[in-house]
């Protein structure tokens, strides 16, 4: 079973790094021409080690908290190693929050300085900065904030960081991060640099396949999942640890994204199934404009079928692939999945994703297509993956068997609950919570699911997100939601109910979907109140509520539902950071609509 190491903490691996393999490009940066500039673990070993002794000479000592409010940057995992070196703990924050929640945030860990990226973040700290006793500093990374602080380390002796460096142990706290929360206050959960070592060297260990590199190419990959989430640090952890060339990207529009996929080629990515949702359709659009609709529907169920058959050769369940179908699988190679492996970079084989769901056959699509995608399930509580689908296995639709070292068991209610290493050691501050989720040393996740012969374990909804209608039947919207959004016109959907006689929903609807759907038949884009009563639109959601439907009984079906004008957003407090819906905000923000359902 792996264990966290015995010694030392994470920004070791930096200072190592540069020892053994000095002139290794270990990041990449752009310049200001927008080129991507390789780092090499000597510079980056310099910068961390310059950074660290700046943060010295502004006071930041062992076990201070500092906050980190940027979008992903290179300097973010700068200042994550700096930290680590002297032994604070970064505090993440993410760059859209409120200023309320900035000041619970920062209030609650009590940190003594914060790290943000540009004036607008700088204006919402000095907003509830007089509310804020231990703040002492605030940097702006657009303002110079770097080369200020190793400007100001230069009267500080290297030896004096290295004695910090030493100091720090796996069970030293590395971390803490807010939960994004769907509901109430964010919990700051407390995370060690012995959490952080063992779930990314697990991780690592196991899914070689995914971290190691072709022969001939190195090992890289494009982070673009926000830092503050847990997932992004491990990715961000693990690529260090793991000597994987790491690069940045701050957005995660595909407008922004595929360009630095392409110029980047990273060997595999890591990424929400959102982002594996927005290429898919923009492939499908891309060939429906050029009139080639029918060929790429046929070449998806082709991948379908082509790695539903080598899943169940895995499993022993069949002989994999026909000789009939490795041949249509061959003739849509060139001019299908190369193009979509191309949207990736070109080098992409292999990609993990977490954070939500992913639909089985968005997966078997994928796979099909030359990119195997190991979906997982995680927490922050857990520092990311207790569980992930291993190489060679890969059960599609499901969130894989437990992490080697992590124990998953279904509780009596169907709540899961799970034991390693990687859980975290309790809420900042907030016993009671704590209490509440850590049961005999397992973590109740709050999470339902169910656990197959094979040991794999399938999400089926949130415990406090069941519905009870007013007859007394339990519903599990998220089953019905992922359907619905099964369709392409379906951007979110939030499934209602409780304490009513019927389940009804919400639909938003994919903006670039609708244009696109509107081009094709010669129709101007209307205004979005007037879209949302179009007849065809209407008709077009109908097919994908009925069609969820099928999937369940009577009683826990979608008897009508509402076409909303806008999508849900972050920006407008409906979303987590990590796109996941906040149902009661959402409630309450659409009362009326929602009461009109049942009228």
């Not at 309320?100 to 907003?127: I, R, Y």
């Not at 959102?274 to 070449?299: I, Q, S, W």
Request: net charge neutral.
């Amino acid at each position: 079973m792996p264990t966290a190491p015995p010694v030392g903490g994470l920004a070791d691996a930096v200072f190592e790094h540069a020892r053994t393999e000095p002139h290794r490009a270990a990041l990449s940066r752009k310049d200001a021409a927008g080129r991507w500039r390789e780092v090499t673990s000597l510079e980056f070993r310099d910068e961390v080690l310059a950074l660290a002794r700046g943060l010295l000479a502004e006071g930041v000592r062992f076990g201070d908290r500092v906050a980190l409010m940027a979008r992903t940057r290179y300097e973010w995992t700068l200042f994550d190693f700096a930290l680590w070196t002297v032994g604070a703990q970064s505090v993440p924050v993410y760059p859209t929050s409120s200023a309320d929640q900035v000041h619970w945030m920062l209030h609650d860990a009590g940190v003594t300085a914060c790290v943000v990226e540009h004036e607008d973040h700088a204006m919402t700290v000095g907003s509830v900065v007089d509310r804020l006793p231990r703040l002492q500093r605030l940097w702006q990374l657009d303002a110079g904030a770097v080369a200020a602080l190793v400007a100001a380390g230069e009267r500080v002796d290297e030896e004096v960081v290295h004695r910090h460096r030493r100091a720090v142990t796996p069970e030293s706290v590395a971390t803490v991060i807010y939960t994004s929360g769907t509901t109430g206050r964010p919990k700051g959960c407390v995370l060690t640099h012995g959490h952080f070592m063992f779930e990314a060297d697990t991780l690592v260990g196991r899914w070689q396949e995914v971290f190691g590199a072709r022969p001939g190419e190195e090992a890289s990959t494009l982070l673009f999942l926000p830092l503050a989430h847990v997932f992004g640090r491990m990715v961000e952890v693990a690529a260090v640890r793991r000597r994987v060339r790491l690069g940045h990207q701050p957005a995660l529009t595909a407008s922004a994204l595929l360009p630095d996929l392409a110029s980047f080629r990273p060997t595999f990515v890591l990424a929400v199934p959102h982002v594996f949702e927005k290429l898919y359709a923009a492939a499908r659009r891309r060939a429906e404009t050029e009139g080639r609709a029918a060929p790429f529907d046929r070449a998806v169920e082709v991948a379908v079928a082509y790695a539903e058959a080598q899943e169940h050769k895995a499993f022993g369940l069949g002989p994999g692939p026909s000789a009939a179908l490795r041949l249509q699988h061959q003739f849509f190679e060139k001019v299908v999945y190369a193009k979509v492996r191309e949207a990736l970079g070109g080098r992409v084989r292999h990609a993990m994703s977490g954070g939500s769901a992913m639909s089985r056959r968005l997966g078997l699509f994928f796979a099909g297509a030359g990119v195997t995608v190991y979906e997982g399930y995680g927490l922050t509580e857990s520092a990311s993956a207790a569980t992930a689908n291993p190489p060679g296995r890969v059960k599609y639709g499901t969130v894989g068997p437990p992490v080697p070292g992590t124990s998953v068991r279904i509780a009596e209610d169907g709540e899961v609950w799970l034991r390693g290493p990687h859980v975290f050691s309790g809420y900042l501050g907030d016993p009671e919570a704590t209490a509440a989720v850590l049961r005999d040393g397992a973590l109740a996740t709050g999470d339902l699911g169910s656990l197959d012969a094979d040991g794999y374990l399938t999400i089926t909804g949130r415990k406090k997100e069941i519905l009870v209608t007013s007859s007394g039947k339990s519903v599990s919207p998220m089953a019905l939601e992922e359907r619905v959004c099964a369709h392409p016109l379906v951007a979110q959907c939030l499934v209602v109910g409780n304490d009513r006689p019927f389940v009804a929903a919400l639909v938003t609807v994919d903006p670039e979907a609708v244009a696109h759907w509107l081009a094709l038949r010669d129709r101007p884009e209307p205004p979005p109140a007037e879209l949302v009563r179009d007849p065809e639109l209407e008709a077009e959601i109908r097919r994908a509520v009925v069609s969820a439907n099928t999937a369940v009984s009577q009683a826990e079906s979608i008897r009508t539902f509402r076409i909303l004008a806008r999508p849900f957003s972050e920006e407008h407090g409906l979303l987590t950071p990590s796109l996941k819906l906040k149902r009661r905000a959402i409630e309450a923000a659409y009362a009326r609509e929602i009461a009109a359902l049942y009228r």
